[in-house]
Structures are given as C-alpha cells and as structure tokens.
C-alpha cells in the first residue's frame, strides 16, 4: 500500500517569498502532524490536522499555517520566508485519534537563500 | 510541557559489540517511540512502547519502557555495519501520536 507522499521533494525559495507543501496520508488516515527538522533545533512540532481541523499547534510563528482537505490531505504554508526556515519538512499520518503510531512521509527539504 | 534527553548524542561502535542507547522524558508520557533515519531520509517507525514494563524486539534491536523510572532504553546486540543509522526517541503527552516530542537523536556509527 502506498506510504504518505509528500511534494515537491526539493525546494529552494528566495527570502521574503512564500511557500506551500504538500502532504498525502497514507489512504484511510485522516490525521496529518507537520514536522520541521534542523540541525539546530532537531526534530519540532509543527501542527496537526484531524478531520479539516487544527487540533495542535506548536510553538512557531503565525507565518506558518496548514490546512487540511476533506480528503485528508494537507498543505503547510510558509509565508515571508527567512534564511532559518530552510529544514526538511516531514509530515506524519495516523489511522485515527486513537491509534499510537505515525508514519512519516519522505520529506521536503525546502532551501531558502 | 514534555522534554526528551537522549544520550550518547553520537556513538561508535565496533561490529559484533554491544550497547545502549538511553532515553529519558520528564514528565508524564506512558508512550514513547522510536524511530531510525537514515541520511537525507525519512523516519522510520522502529517500536512503539504503550505501558510499563513493555518490551519489544526485533533483530539485533530491543526497546524497553520504565515509566516509573520515565526511561526508556534501545538496546542494539552484535551491531552490524547496516545498524549505523541515526535513532530518535519521542515521547508523547497526547496518547495518540498526534504530536511527538522528539529527542536529539543518536548517531551511531558502526565500524569494521
């Protein structure tokens, strides 16, 4: 069975610009968690969708926001791009709000110059 | 709000020896994670330890779970070369995997 699919794979933006991922569930999950990971800063979360609503937010600014489709897809977007946004971008998806393992997609590495 | 200490941040290892990998969380999380990467890719699902006491094997690898103690432990036995690998523990305040709390990770090298 397919695994989550996350597009583009690779990015790189200009600073200032903005930018939209996009993550695909594995078919039957309706939760999706986003994850920005860094040297820096290791692994953080980002947010969570489960059914088109935000159920949890980390601690990043509001330039970052998602969204969730009535497919269970979802798409971050970061806006007024700065050089420290530049990460690998991994979203998780779960079966349900019950269930206790999450499956990663591949990643985008987004670089912003 | 949950923290996740793992330790040693970098290890090498000789193939055929043992060790561990230690965990630590701060507060309660019955449910903790763990995950390898590899370089430049994704993570993958390793163990997922639900209650106290629990242990899980598969391979050369063992994890095990002491929330009294709130410790976990990954234990890789006669490491292989095809081990070296970066492993992250998470824990989860949740109880649903909707928002992991990472460590640092554990890069382990493992040598000839």
């Not at chain 1, 610009?17 to 999950?29: F, K, N, R």
């Not at chain 1, 820096?40 to 970052?64: A, D, H, V």
Request: glycine share 8%; net charge positive; aromatic share 10%.
């Amino acid at each position: 069975k397919a695994g989550v699919t996350q597009t583009p794979r690779y990015l790189i933006k200009t600073r200032g610009q903005q930018v939209t991922l996009s993550c695909s569930p594995i078919s039957g999950h309706r939760s999706v968690s986003w994850y920005q990971q860094t040297p820096g800063q290791g692994l953080q979360f980002l947010f969570e969708y489960f059914s088109e609503t935000q159920r949890n937010k980390g601690n990043f600014p509001g330039r970052f926001s998602g969204r969730q489709f009535s497919n269970s897809r979802s798409e971050m977007n970061v806006s007024t791009l700065e050089l420290g946004d530049s990460a690998l971008y991994l979203c998780a998806s779960r079966r349900g709000l019950e269930v206790t393992e999450a499956f990663f997609g591949q990643g985008t590495r987004l670089t912003v110059v | 709000e949950l923290k996740v200490e793992q330790n040693p941040l970098f290890l090498s290892m000789q193939e055929g020896k043992n060790y561990t990998i230690y965990c630590n969380y701060s507060t309660t999380s019955d449910r903790l994670y763990w995950y390898r990467q590899d370089p430049g890719k994704s993570l993958e699902s390793l163990f997922v330890l639900l209650s106290n006491g629990a242990v899980k094997q598969e391979g050369r690898l063992m994890a095990s779970l002491d929330t009294k103690a709130r410790l976990s432990t990954l234990h890789i036995t006669a490491a292989v070369h095809d081990l070296s690998a970066t492993y992250f523990c998470a824990g989860d305040d949740t109880g649903t995997a909707s928002k992991l709390t990472f460590g640092t990770g554990t890069r382990l090298q493992v040598t000839l």
